[in-house]
């Protein structure tokens, strides 16, 4: 379905992916008859095809021991993209004439069949028990898939498990298999325990004997498709840092709500870091509401919740209304203000806000409003657009009924002619779109580019960054690569957004159990310039357990440092000057962020004073007693 208006974070989309362990494979592994629990062993020492070590060029890194499983599974890769399976199968029970026919047949039909992309290894499995994880130096697996970059694969060609056991250190083949189940897939690519008992390597010596295996995916240097280039502009990959605190200083507002699903938004909450290092978490708006919109400063903000006629799961629906809800505190009090028609959002323009109601007619017949908010002049949009669209440091523009392209209010094209320019690079089913105008005043834009048409609606995400109508960057994901979503920008020139992460993608993140192996849309902080995530360490030190799972979306963010408000249950007042006979400039309740402006508290009147900012810009002095820092 076509999109209709972006109203919260932004999508860059890069590559998403989704991970889970599902059941054994489909297809049972092939396995000579007369092969024993090991094989048989190698009798030559040196193999035909070349071996790659664990510090050799191709091999990045190396998530297992001993390492030179990984340097072994470059070689297998080598082996089997060069057809040189006698050296694969040698020494092994299926080092015969026709079990080597066999399985070269297999081998072809499952990775090198078709021309679809190059033979890569993507991850080394280790055998696990019931026991625990088991030696992983005496059998292991080496996963090998044909799936270039960017392609789904749910929808391409199967993945070869290879299992080896080690007999007088060296590997022998003792087991082929084809992988085709999705979701058995998805977890060998992007790591965690596989559901199967014939991936591990190690052969079943008994009935039932079931030795599942975990996977860890290999990092191959150049495994992205950087070198391709955009209207003459090299393409960067992007990288993931490794997890970090959120910074001190940031209040971050977080939307929350199931992910994958197309219900609405069930809460949102507030997280930042105070000066000892503790995280606190408020929440700031319960219960389910459509959109939330923030002020630059995020002290100001509407939140709309639809009341009537509102469908299952949020699809709009004739005869849907709107409450609109105000708050001019960061999200601590709020105002009902109204009930309008249709289903409504109030969204920055610049620096105004604008009613976006959709009027829903019946059938596919949409009236799309837009009025000053509040006052209700009618705002008219270019002649033959559709939807709005506010982005991140812009004004509010305008889609034509095909996406392709963005209007200025004026009817003038946003991004010029660059989307005619860029042709065939576009997947015509989602168009240019920008995402957000930097203070550089340069703006970032995202894209699908097609792979290959005759594949399905695989493709690349791309991010651009265009001046003046003119592409001057261009980055995609190197391998497995995030999902990110612009969610703000603030006035230092740091992004905060959220990212769809695997293992795969994160140096250095903790997991409770191996089979987590993904975090739906982690908080991250995004550097464009540098073409880099980092992901942020809200909810704790594991990313890929349950704290971090559902809708996380960063939709505003607060500048501190801050003076959190906390009488007990009064308000606070903010004075003009260091006395108590100093006139107010407003009486703050609980939970309020005041912005600490610094400097020596000043003691006077037996009170100790505190500079602070208020949520409306004013200065003023409050008590240090009922302050948090």
Known sequence: MKRFAVVLGLCIALAMVVVACGGGSKKPAASPADAGHAGKPVETAAPAAPTTSPDAPGLASCPVKPATNCAFALTVRDWVAAAGIDSLVKGSAWDTPEKTQGARKLIDAAVRGGGLGS?????????????????????????????????????????????????????????????????????????????????????????NDCTRATFSPLVIAGSGLAGAAVLGIPVRTWKVNAPAQLPQGVALFVEKGCWGCEGYSTGLERVYRDAAGTVHTDTVFSGAFLSVSFSADAFEAYA??????????????????????????????????????????????????????????????VTYRFSEYPGGTAIVPPAGTGPGLAIPGSQMLFADPTYAHYL????????????GQLGDELDVNYGLTPVARLGSGDV?????????????????????????????????????????????????????????????????????????????????????????????????????DGAYAGRNIVVAAQLGPFARVNTGGDCLNVRRSTS????????????????????????????????????????????????QR
């Open 119 to 207: 033979v890569e290894a993507v991850s080394v499995g280790c055998p696990v028990g019931a026991g625990g994880p088991l030696d992983c130096a005496a059998n292991f697996s080496v996963a090998l898939s044909a799936v270039p970059v960017g392609y789904q694969l749910t929808t391409t060609r199967n993945i070869l498990v290879l299992g080896f056991a080690v007999t007088n250190a060296k590997p022998v083949l003792t087991t082929l298999t084809t992988v085709s189940d999705p979701s058995l897939k998805q977890t060998i690519f992007a790591g965690g325990l596989a559901q199967g008992c014939d991936l591990s390597g190690k052969l079943p010596n008994a009935a």
């Open 304 to 365: 709309t919740v639809c009341i009537d006629v509102c469908g299952p799961l949020g699809p709009p629906a004739t005869g849907s209304r709107t409450t609109i809800y105000h708050s001019v505190d960061g999200g601590i009090t709020w105002t009902a203000e109204g009930t309008v028609d249709g289903i409504a959002n109030v969204l920055l323009d610049g620096s105004h806000w604008v009613l976006y109601q959709y009027i829903f007619n019946g059938g596919d017949s």
């Open 408 to 419: 200025n209010p004026d009817g003038s094209p946003f991004l010029g002619g660059l989307p």
């Open 444 to 544: 970032a834009v995202r894209w699908q580019h097609p792979i290959d048409r005759s594949v399905g609606p695989s493709s690349v995400p791309r991010i651009g960054i265009v001046q003046n109508s003119t592409l001057m960057d261009v980055i995609e994901p190197a391998r497995v690569g995030p999902n990110v979503d612009i969610g703000v920008l603030l006035g230092d020139g740091r992004i905060f957004g959220n990212a769809d992460l695997a293992r795969i993608d994160v140096p250095r993140a903790k997991a409770v159990t191996p089979n987590d192996v993904v975090a739906p849309h982690l908080p991250v902080l995004i550097d464009l310039v540098a073409g880099e995530v980092t992901p942020l360490l809200l909810y704790g030190d594991y990313l890929f």
């Open 580 to 627: 108590t006979s100093s006139p107010t400039v407003g009486c703050f309740k609980d939970g309020i962020l005041l912005r600490w402006l610094g400097g020596n508290d000043l003691t006077a009147e037996g009170i100790s004073w505190v500079q602070v900012m208020t949520p409306d810009g004013n200065r003023g002095w409050a008590s240090a007693e009922f302050l």
